[in-house]
């Protein structure tokens, strides 16, 4: 700095994988150094001192180079598009131009260098100044540059274009029209789903917390094994939908015998068809050590059909499912065990909040290890509160979980838009003489709108006995009363154009609902639900004409038609009564159109129209 001459380095904190390419981004303002790692913040640094103007240290890439131009070591890996700027880049015009090679001169680009020359030792600066460099000593190879598809940027979410929200008498089959941007500019594919408004309520259907099994990974395994095979066979009586374990998976987290026996118990789950996701404790190695964790659960988690995709690119820490019950979308977000994790502004909360405004129209839930404090406390713990300052502002957001602590409080809060976001906590590591064996079952009754939360052993084959208020109660929460969206159809759009499908084989005044989802192929976004209603059938309406021959006059008829059918029209069935001087022949009664009965006659005073 200027004021001292001291440096002041910034770490990151993500580990780097081998062989895998990654974006980096360093920026200062003049206060505060900001690092980013594909386009995430990873950490800041407040220095509040003016970089030396004076400087005699040479600049260089993948070296440092002392004031002797005496490189320190050097950058073992490969480097591609490097930049320099002369201003501090956001956040935003980093991740816009993450996938970009700089051809040409940009607005406070100083420096751009390529590095596809492929040949010689010469770096040419190809974009802003010409700053030509040389690579100096050897050990050094031209190579295959970067793929520039670190980053994608998740579409808009669909507009409405047709028909308008809440309209009536909409003419069969309604064109549902949406218009989708991209920041990128991608091709997406639209999904139209929809279903009938205010239907009969959904079946019931059951949510299951795995609260802290560590214990039954470091002893008492058949206790594990029991309670994923009592989930599997109650899968289709108590129609379980999803499982989320709460975190300390094992008590060990360098045991390989612990990790073979909770992988073993989770492998039921996925045998048995019941989706699940897993958050990182503590035990389980929590923040900085889960390499164990994640090499025996990253796989586990990405196979599954509900895996919606996770924070940075080097571990399964924190990640994020979708899944679908009762005509309702969820998503539920992971969030490891982290006591450094005590400010909303952290990354990964960050992060976690683009999620649930991503998929706004789908139910939040959050789940992670440490949420409330222990023992009779229902205050938040450090990381808890964090948390639920950071996400508080998601109208979505229902339902946080966590357990670490014996044994099981819950609290309620009001979030930032008036909605009720209940945080439960739930652990029995300590019961039983660590042999409890029980679980969290979330019963959701659409058709209440209740959520009947009870906790129960399979190997015990008992409910918690005491504390009923903590351990088997009930939580209001307003519910969709309609059945499942289903798939109208897909169209493909350019990004800025229109989408449209029409939606076939609907019954006339009848309410329906729908919504679309924009996908580019790698992300996608989900517009909110939209609603109209069909217009009533409108009548078969037959028209007649009526003429003489001979004296007389043309008969008048009565009624002048039928009701819902214009002047001279009737529909079929309707009597008709025909009044009028008398013709010298007969009354020509024809042309009602739509039948196969035209040019026929009567001589009489009435008629019946053909049915």
């Known amino acids: 700095d200027m004021a001292t001459g001291a440096n002041h380095p910034v770490y990151g904190v993500t580990p780097i994988t081998n062989n895998v390419w990654h974006h980096a981004a360093a920026t200062y303002d003049g206060t505060t150094w900001r690092l980013y790692l594909d386009g995430s913040l990873e950490t800041t640094l407040a220095v509040n001192q003016a970089p030396r103007s004076d400087t005699t240290q040479r600049a260089a890439l993948g070296a440092m180079i002392r004031t002797d131009d005496t490189p320190l070591g050097h950058f073992q890996g490969v480097l591609d598009e490097a930049r320099v700027w002369n201003y501090a880049r956001s956040q935003a015009e980093i991740q816009a131009a993450i996938n970009d090679e700089l051809t040409g001169a940009q607005p406070g680009l100083v420096a751009r260098w390529g590095l596809n020359e ?12 010409s700053i030509p460099g040389t690579i100096t000593n050897s050990g050094y190879a031209w190579v295959a540059g970067a793929p520039f598809d ?9 507009s409405l274009v047709a028909p308008a929200d809440g309209a009536g008498d909409v003419t069969q089959p309604p064109a549902l029209t949406v218009n989708v941007t991209d920041p990128e500019a991608d091709e997406m594919t639209v999904t139209f789903y929809g279903r009938l408004k205010n239907a009969p309520p959904a079946a019931d259907f059951t949510l299951i917390a795995i609260p802290d099994p560590q214990y039954y990974a470091s002893t008492y395994p058949a206790i594990y094994t029991a309670q994923m095979q009592w989930i599997v066979e109650n899968k289709t009586t108590r129609n379980i939908v999803y499982a989320a374990s709460l975190g300390d998976n094992v008590d060990v987290s360098t045991n390989a015998t612990q990790w073979d026996r909770a992988v ?3 492998d039921i789950l996925a045998t048995g068809g019941v989706p699940y996701g897993l958050v990182a404790g503590n035990h389980d190695g929590a923040p900085a050590s889960t390499a164990e964790f994640n090499a025996r ?7 599954q059909a509900s895996y919606g995709g996770r924070y940075g690119t080097s571990d399964f820490d924190n990640y994020y499912t979708l899944f679908e019950a009762g005509g309702m979308q969820f998503v539920a977000v992971f969030i490891e065990m982290d006591d450094g994790m005590t400010s909303a502004s952290h990354p990964v909360l960050q992060w976690a909040n683009s999620i649930m405004q991503m998929y706004s129209s789908r139910r939040a839930i959050l789940v992670t290890h440490n ?3 222990g023992g009779t406390a229902t205050s938040f713990s450090a990381q808890g509160s964090a948390i639920f300052d950071a996400l508080k502002g998601n109208a979505n957001l229902f339902l946080m979980l966590g357990g670490h602590l014996d044994v099981a409080r819950r609290r309620s809060d009001a979030g930032t838009n008036g909605n009720t976001i209940y945080s439960l906590r739930s652990d029995y590591q300590s019961v039983d003489s660590q042999q409890s064996g029980y679980l969290r079952i979330m019963r959701f009754s659409p058709a209440e709108n209740l959520i009947y939360v009870s906790t129960y052993s399979p190997t015990q084959n008992k409910e918690y006995p ?8 009930t939580l209001p ?9 289903s798939v109208i159809g897909t169209a493909s759009a350019a990004a800025g154009a229109n989408a449209t499908v029409a939606w076939n084989g609907l019954a006339d005044g009848t309410a329906y609902e729908w ?18 209603t069909t217009a009533n059938a409108q009548p078969a309406c037959y028209t007649l004409t009526l003429s003489h021959t001979g004296s007389g006059s043309d008969p008048a008829a009565d009624p002048s038609n039928s009701s819902g059918c214009p002047s001279g029209s009737y529909l079929a069935g309707a009597t008709v009564s025909l009044s009028g001087a008398a013709p010298a022949a007969h009354w020509h009664i024809a042309g009602w159109s739509g039948t196969a009965d035209n040019n026929s006659t009567a001589g009489g005073n009435t008629l019946t129209m053909p049915a």
């Open 118 to 129: 492929g040949a010689g030792a010469t770096v040419n600066s190809s974009a802003g100044a």
């Open 477 to 485: 929460y307003a519910m969709s009363s309609s059945g499942p969206f």
């Open 150 to 158: 670190l980053r994608n940027a998740a579409p808009n979410a669909p």
């Open 297 to 303: 659960f990253a796989t586990r988690k990405t196979v």
């Open 264 to 266: 073993a118990a989770y």
């Open 515 to 532: 919504y679309a989802v924009a996908s580019d192929g790698n992300k996608q976004a989900t517009s909110p639900i939209w609603s109209f």
């Open 371 to 373: 949420l409330l404090n």
């Open 466 to 473: 005491n504390e009923v208020t903590e351990n088997n109660f």
